[in-house]
């Protein structure tokens, strides 16, 4: 077929979507009734719906069939924090703080101001962070339950960079990495722009298919697997100390290194040991400050083994050199004084509070969460479309994330990521309720 036809086929079918002539949600032929109703060989019928996919106007939906897109809301919606304007609810992000913490950052930078050590933060600190602030992280980490040292520990700017540190260091492109079929959205946007090969993990209510991540390292040459043991963004499980032994064994059997994400772990109270205290020699347990203290102070960790510390820390000298020493600094210091276990355990009751409140507001509706949750998890019913319920609560004021940033497969499910954190608790109420009475007009 000619490429002027090709394109005229395409241009065609987009014109009608942007100008509404195809609605959001209508499911559009079939490949192969395309390919018969234009004329076209199969293959060509595929490459149409698949640059529509491109171009974000549809949805291809395995079993479901292919189907237009509210263009209204950008298709990655739930990944860019400029599609939540001025004034409204946003369920979208968590960026959970508590009353009083500007007092506490303004006192924080006076104490530091008056420090005898200012002088040195005005230069560049060693690529891993100074050792008296290593040390202070693994004191930190120690009561988390990890047996730690100094050495083993490095300074990162924010859990997302150890992320980033972590893979670069560890993998390559075209490295297979396993992860749970709905995972944490940056992750996934990481993995992909380092080119590694996302496999999924099937999921169940309670964690990973564990059997199936098994059959996955006999059939793929898997080389690591990215967990989130305690509180799973977005499911909400914790992992069991017999799931944990499980996958590590599985881990052990087939050589896979082990990155273990504790960004929210700290809301969970007694969980069972950490990946990185049963596995030592291959896990690279990553997590920060951003969700217990604030997220506007990008000052994160790794604790790694022991052989591979050099690795990262090349990484970071490649990519940001240090850490502000400013940052580290203060953080360093509120892990000393107490100030980070107290903000843990007032956001720890925080938490349990908004999930009381999104108890009441969405009662009778299924969704998945953890009691000490900033979020969770709503799924749709088979018949409601993600997209245009998102739309539907964008008109009434209220952000919302689709399933799409966080699904791995190639099978998103129609539901609803809600972060409870970033809303005063009467705006966090209202909000809930005008999703419970949205959803229920789709039901």
């Excluded at 640059?51 to 106007?57: D, I, K, R, T, V």
């Excluded at 690591?224 to 499911?235: D, F, G, K, Q, S």
């Excluded at 399933?403 to 209202?430: I, M």
Aim: charged letters at 20%.
């Amino acid at each position: 077929m000619p490429a002027s036809r090709y394109k005229t086929v395409v241009d065609r079918v987009s014109a009608d979507i942007r100008s509404g002539r195809l609605a959001p949600g209508t499911r559009l032929p079939t490949h192969r009734h395309l390919a018969a109703a234009e004329g076209m060989a199969l293959v060509t019928a595929s490459r149409v719906y698949a640059e529509l996919q491109a171009m974000g106007l549809v949805s291809c939906e395995t079993g479901r069939g292919t189907f237009v897109r509210e263009t209204s809301l950008s298709p990655r919606h739930g990944t860019d924090q400029k599609t939540v304007a001025a004034g409204l609810c946003d369920l979208n992000f968590n960026y959970p703080t508590l009353p009083d913490q500007a007092d506490l950052l303004r006192s924080g930078l006076r104490q530091l101001a008056s420090s005898g050590d200012l002088d040195a933060l005005l230069r560049y600190q060693p690529h891993a962070g100074r050792p008296h602030e290593r040390a202070c992280v693994a004191d930190h980490l120690r009561r988390r339950g990890l047996s730690v040292t100094a050495d083993h520990v490095l300074l990162v700017n924010g859990a997302q960079q150890g992320l980033a540190v972590t893979l670069m260091a560890m993998l390559r492109p075209g490295d297979v990495i396993a992860a749970d079929a709905l995972t944490y959205s940056g992750f996934k946007v990481l993995a992909e722009a380092l080119h590694l090969d996302i496999v999924p993990i099937p999921v169940r209510e309670h964690g990973p298919d564990l059997e199936a991540l098994a059959t996955l390292c006999r059939q793929r040459p898997v080389r690591a697997v990215y967990a989130m043991p305690t509180l799973h963004n977005p499911l909400g499980w914790v992992m069991d100390g017999d799931q944990r032994q499980t996958l590590v064994e599985i881990a052990r059997r087939h050589d896979l290194w082990i990155v273990e994400d504790a960004a929210y772990a700290f809301l969970v109270e007694d969980p069972p040991a950490p990946l990185a205290t049963l596995a030592p020699e291959r896990t690279f347990y990553v997590s920060g400050l951003s969700k217990n203290v604030a997220t506007g102070l990008r000052v994160g960790f790794i604790a790694a083994p022991a052989a591979h510390v050099a690795a990262l820390e090349r990484v970071i000298r490649a990519t940001t050199w240090n850490t502000p020493g400013i940052m580290t600094a203060l953080a360093c210091k509120w892990l000393e004084d107490g100030t980070v276990a107290q903000l843990e355990e007032q956001k720890r009751l925080d938490a349990q509070a908004r999930q009381q409140v999104a108890a009441e507001a969405l009662s009778g509706l299924p969704y998945l969460s953890h009691s000490c949750s900033y979020f969770l998890w709503l799924p749709l019913t088979e018949d409601a479309r993600a997209d245009r319920v998102t739309v539907a609560l964008m008109r009434e004021g209220v952000a919302v994330s689709t399933a799409e940033p966080f699904a791995v497969s190639a099978c998103v499910p129609h539901a609803l990521r809600l972060a409870l954190g970033s809303v005063d608790r009467h705006v966090l109420r209202e909000g809930l309720e005008k999703v419970k009475w949205v959803v229920e007009g789709y039901l």
